[in-house]
């Protein structure tokens, strides 16, 4: 089953705006990471924030984690028309090692327009 | 480093047939996991392997089966593929040492007629 459920679904925006996604999650968790699809490749890791983080910084990138509230945010500011992408957020739950295996949201689209 | 890569890119089959995509990586990763994404639904874990010879179920497991005979390979056969197994697979690797953050492929996308 599906552990986060992200908002929103598509989000369309100018460069230069930010644009904010949310990521909820179900059961608790050792860490929450954020990832970019560009359109027919593979995911890449952008910045993962630990259960005992509440927010962390990389480049135009702001995660934030309500544990909580089980939620996640992630934020980037001053966009541009390459940030065009879906985002999805994975879950790597909590109670030992999880081997690897995380567990996805279902993603937002993020369309920048120059 | 090539890192994660996979064959074929697209392959097309016809509803029956077996066949088996390829996995490798060149990171000296001990973890590695197949996906699958099927539109607005992300990605499910498929299987998965902890080391040369160990292996797991993830998620959606039925009509699926792999093996870990080196560090480096990771394959995941079709058995005798359904319409259902239509869909984008990749392959993701990390080093056990870490919070996880996987490598990924970039991806086999599969037609099942």
């Known amino acids: 089953s599906q552990q986060g459920e992200e908002d929103p679904q598509a989000l369309s925006i100018q460069e230069g705006e930010n644009a904010t996604m949310n990521c909820s999650y179900k059961?608790?968790?050792?860490?929450l990471q954020w990832y970019r699809q560009n359109s027919g490749r593979g995911l890449v890791h952008l910045i993962l924030?630990?259960?005992?983080?509440r927010e962390k910084h990389s480049g135009r990138l702001r995660v934030t984690l309500d544990t909580s509230k089980k939620s996640s945010s992630l934020l980037i500011t001053a966009s541009r028309a390459a940030d065009t992408a879906s985002y999805f957020c994975?879950?790597?739950?909590?109670?030992?090692?999880?081997?690897?295996?995380?567990?996805f949201g279902q993603g937002t689209i993020l369309t920048v327009h120059p | 480093n090539a890192g994660v890569t996979q064959t074929p890119k697209f392959q097309v089959l016809k509803t029956g047939q077996s066949m088996t995509l390829q996995c490798a990586q060149d990171?000296?990763?001990?973890?590695m996991s197949w996906y699958r994404q099927d539109p607005g639904m992300g990605l499910r874990l498929i299987h998965y392997?902890?080391?040369?010879?160990?292996?797991d179920q993830g998620e959606v497991p039925n009509g699926y089966n792999v093996s870990r005979s080196t560090t480096e390979d990771f394959p995941l056969r079709l058995l005798s593929a359904a319409p259902s197994q239509t869909s984008v697979y990749f392959c993701?690797?990390?080093?056990?040492?870490?919070?996880?953050?996987?490598?990924f492929g970039p991806g086999t996308r599969l037609t099942v007629l």
């Open positions: 994975a879950t790597d739950g909590a109670g030992g090692t999880s081997y690897g295996k995380l567990t």
């Open positions: 059961t608790s968790i050792n860490n």
């Open positions: 924030i630990r259960s005992n983080e």
């Open positions: 990171m000296n990763h001990e973890y």
């Open positions: 392997s902890v080391g040369a010879g160990i292996t």
């Open positions: 993701a690797s990390n080093p056990a040492n870490s919070y996880n953050e996987q490598f």
